[in-house]
């Protein structure tokens, strides 16, 4: 549904009319639902301040779709639409969950018996794992963390049978039931469970009995099914095209390709508006949190009702987000992903336009782009002036006990520390999850080349300051 840049714009002045002729201020609320039109504005304008190459989205309320559309372009400079097929991420998650569910209302997965006992390949060097039940996968309270699995020796299994016999040398991080842990592992275990349970190839079973009852014709797990175009990565706010990294990208976890208007298909259906895959009371289990954390089965979950989950590959990045109370069901694709989460900023966007509130000003800043940038070029300028003024550093220290010069050339070693200890920091202030340097160096890009920078410079002016005092300084001088 492609407008031309004239009719969006009289759309986003029409909307902003409106706004005023009620009375609306920057946070003030509307008085009625979005317009397709209003919607379309704001995510033009979203898109265009964003800079992100191509962005896709749907807004569903009830049983009907509001406004399902394309923007920007894909790596082979085709336009993207609401039909262009992306990368989902681990919002593939509910998805898998929801194959699950079909299976336990079949009688062909108990949801609160072992997974074991269901899945007897299952095996940690864990006896807790014995105690793990199919729910505990679902709502990642199993004890599964990516702070005891092998999450890199996982990437490289090459099917569903051996990525579970790559876990026999792994272990839990808390008993079953007890804690909340993301973790993707639940959901590859989970579909493994799908197999056997249901004697098809994951794919299959969840075309057979999630996708094809709901019309959702453009959505595979399988790049060889649904193959999107290469996406994009930010490199300090220029968009690189590159091709996903080499995984195994046919998981329960993660690997769901789709489009807007098929997710709007799935949106509806999610908010029992929809052709009924599982009972309503099923449906409702799936988007109430568990006991020991904020997580359905398959969905984050928020005191208010809604249920939401995002998702990121290094390349895409995908939000879906629903209000069971209204009927209302939102999802967006990106075929960019940098540090900044355009997606997430949309999805904020749109829901304030559905409960009727004026969503903020599309931003195009990317602050942390800016900054990183600025401190790259500081390093190179900051190495250069420190290794030219060496030796005037150095017979400043003329007479200063060594221990007090070291103090001032240790900082110098800190962003290559930094850089040395960046997987571990990245775990740290994501909870857990685990990021191995291939990963690191797509999505954190930015991050890893200031760092790496910042590193050399500093390096070399330690060298260029050390070898200026190994020169200067008399035998015998103060310790």
């Given amino acids: 549904m492609e407008k031309t840049p004239l ?70 400079g085709a336009p993207v639409t609401a039909d262009t097929p992306m990368r989902i991420a681990s919002v593939s998650k509910s998805f898998t969950a929801m194959a699950v569910l079909v299976l336990a209302e079949d009688g062909a997965i108990d949801l609160d ?95 057979e009995r999630v996708l094809e009852p709901l019309g959702m014709t453009g959505t595979a797990t399988r790049d060889d ?19 996903e990294p080499a995984w195994f990208d046919d998981t329960g976890s993660a690997g769901v390709i789709t489009t807007a208007d098929d997710l709007g298909r799935w949106l509806i259906a999610q908010t029992g508006n929809g052709p009924r895959l599982v009972a309503p009371a099923t449906l409702d289990a799936a988007h109430t949190p568990s006991a020991a954390g904020p997580y359905g089965l398959g ?43 355009v997606t997430r900023t949309a999805l904020d966007g749109l829901v304030a336009l ?10 195009g800043t990317h602050t942390a782009d800016l900054v990183l940038g600025a401190l790259l ?30 103090l001032r050339l240790a900082w110098l070693v800190l962003p290559a520390l930094l850089l040395a200890y960046l997987p571990a920091l990245a775990s740290v202030l994501s909870g857990g999850r685990t990021f191995p340097w291939s990963s690191l160096a797509y999505f954190a890009l930015p991050v890893v080349l200031t760092l790496l920078v910042a590193a050399l410079a500093g390096l070399v002016v330690l060298g260029a300051r050390t070898g200026q005092l190994v020169r200067r300084r008399p035998v015998g001088s103060p310790t």
């Fill in 113 to 207: 018996a072992p997974v074991t006992r269901q899945l007897p390949e299952l095996e940690l060097a864990d006896p807790r794992v014995d105690e793990i039940t199919v729910r505990q996968l679902l709502d990642q309270t199993s004890g599964f963390s990516d702070t005891t699995v092998d999450v890199a020796d996982l990437a490289e299994a090459t099917s569903r049978t051996d990525y579970v016999a790559r876990l026999r040398d792994d272990a839990l991080a808390t008993d079953p039931g007890t804690a909340y842990h993301y973790c993707n592992v639940n959901f590859d275990v989970a579909a493994r469970l799908v197999e056997v349970a249901s004697g098809q190839a994951f794919g299959d079973f969840l075309a």
């Fill in 354 to 363: 559905t409960r009727g509130e004026t969503p903020g000003a599309a931003d």
């Fill in 225 to 243: 099914v649904v193959r999107p175009a290469a996406g994009y990565t930010s490199l300090f706010g220029a968009w690189v095209p590159r091709q």
């Fill in 377 to 406: 070029l500081a390093s190179v300028v900051l190495g250069v002036v420190g290794v030219r003024r060496a030796p005037r550093w150095a017979t400043r220290q003329a007479g200063r006990a060594r221990w007090r010069t070291g």
């Fill in 299 to 341: 969905w984050h979950t928020e005191d208010d009702g809604t249920a939401w989950h995002s998702g990121f590959v290094m390349t895409y990045r995908a939000v879906e987000w629903i209000d069971p109370a209204t009927g209302y069901g939102i999802a967006v694709m990106t075929n960019g992903a940098s540090l900044t989460d």
């Fill in 7 to 76: 009719t969006r714009r009289l759309a986003a002045v029409l909307l902003t009319l409106g706004l005023a002729a009620a009375g609306a201020g920057p946070a003030a609320a509307t008085t009625s639902a979005p317009t397709p039109e209003a919607i379309d504005a704001y995510l033009a304008d979203l898109h265009e301040a964003s800079g992100v190459p191509g962005l896709s989205a749907v807004v569903t309320h009830g049983d009907r779709v509001v406004h399902a559309a394309g923007y920007g372009h894909d790596s082979t």
